[in-house]
T-cell receptor, first 111, second 114 residues
Framework: ELKVEQNPLFLSMQEGKNYTIYCNYS?????LYWYRQDPGKSLESLFV???NGAVKQEGRLMASLDTKARLSTLHITAAVHDLSATYFC???????????WGAGTKLIIKP | ETGVTQSPTHLIKTRGQQVTLRCSSQ?????VSWYQQALGQGPQFIFQ???????GRGNFPPRFSGLQFPNYSSELNVNALELDDSALYLC?????????????FGQGTRLTVV
């Protein structure tokens, strides 16, 4: 059974600091997704990582994938308050249908 | 905006009742997946429809059922509602994920069972 673990589950940080969220998964999967969710809202797609060594960046967020280590990271650079949200990683099973999700990392960025 | 719309946005039902949730997929997408998200947790896969056929199912009982229509919109039906069914129900529209595409989510339906 594929399991996805994120850590930390909760992170409170100051504006301007850097931090990394980790996503580990238990079996082979070469498609990893990062989503953002604001309180009471739906899920917003951030990144799709399709191959080993893939790195994608958007603004202050950068995601990477190491399929051999079964690890993805989401790095936040010089955090700003607007990045406060819950971040989820998810991987596919059989590449065709269901996304298996981590529990989410709740990120609070204090001014 | 993702172009994926769900209705209703909020719903209150009594235990034992039945409910139907609706989802309109994004133009050009032929795959709709449904997820249940309990408060403070990650989404759980319910099932997926591809070209009007069920294409995978998660660990949910048969009282969770669905349909996909020729225009690729979809319904989620839940019979004999239980208190634990209270959650945010999300539908995701995509092309088959094996193509490396991403899934776009609707705003969700918040179901409360009392």
């Amino acid at each position: 059974e594929l399991k996805v673990e994120q850590n930390p589950l909760f992170l409170s940080m100051q504006e301007g600091k850097n931090y990394t969220i980790y996503c580990n998964y238990s079996t082979t999967s070469d498609r990893l997704y990062w989503y953002r969710q604001d309180p009471g809202k739906s899920l917003e797609s951030l990144f799709v990582l399709l191959s080993n060594g893939a790195v994608k960046q958007e603004g202050r967020l950068m995601a990477s994938l190491d399929t051999k280590a079964r690890l993805s990271t989401l790095h936040i650079t010089a955090a700003v308050h607007d990045l406060s949200a819950t971040y989820f990683c998810a991987v596919t099973v059989d590449s065709n249908y269901q996304l298996i999700w981590g529990a989410g990392t709740k990120l609070i960025i204090k001014p | 905006e993702t172009g994926v719309t769900q209705s209703p946005t909020h719903l209150i039902k009594t235990r034992g009742q039945q409910v139907t949730l609706r989802c309109s997929s994004q133009s050009g997408h032929n795959t709709v997946s449904w997820y249940q998200q309990a408060l403070g947790q990650g989404p759980q896969f319910i099932f997926q429809y591809y070209r009007e056929e069920e294409n995978g199912r998660g660990n949910f009982p048969p009282r969770f059922s669905g349909l996909q229509f020729p225009n690729y919109s979809s319904e989620l039906n839940v019979n004999a509602l239980e208190l634990d069914d209270s959650a945010l129900y999300l539908c995701a529209s995509s092309l088959p994920l094996g193509l490396g595409t991403e899934a776009f989510f609707g705003q969700g339906t918040r179901l409360t069972v009392v």
